[in-house]
Nanobody
């Protein structure tokens, strides 16, 4: 069982940066694939990025590739999402997720979820 708590969200101007963190507790973090998803008001939850536990290969949505960077620290049981060159369309609640076997872009396939952190980008 993995418990996840996100932090680092806030209000930022377009072009700015934020670094989201997700702290885990419980067992299984180091062997869990970790993902970031986001959900804007009235929209479905969408994939942002994932990092696999077995080889740390990363994947990004086309909309954030080149601007966002996912990383993990197994010793500290944290996963980060560095977000640069933020745009108003990045405004959403950002969630981290974990799963021992799935590492793709379908949110329904992840077992563990955090509560989310709000990111608001003003124009």
């Amino acid at each position: 069982q993995v418990q996840l708590v996100e932090s680092g969200g806030g209000l930022v101007q377009a072009g700015g940066s934020l670094r989201l963190s997700c702290a885990a507790s419980g067992r299984g973090f180091s062997t869990s694939n970790l993902g970031w998803f986001r959900q804007a008001p009235g929209k479905a939850r969408e994939f942002v990025s994932t990092i696999r536990w077995i080889d740390t290969i990363t994947y990004y949505a086309a909309s954030v590739k080149g601007r966002f960077t996912i990383s993990r620290d197994n010793a500290k049981k944290t996963v980060h999402l560095q977000m640069n060159s933020l745009k108003p369309e990045d405004t959403a609640v950002y969630y981290c997720a974990a799963d021992p076997s799935y590492s793709g872009d379908r949110p329904g396939m992840y077992t563990y979820w955090g509560q989310g952190t709000q990111v608001t980008v003003s124009s």
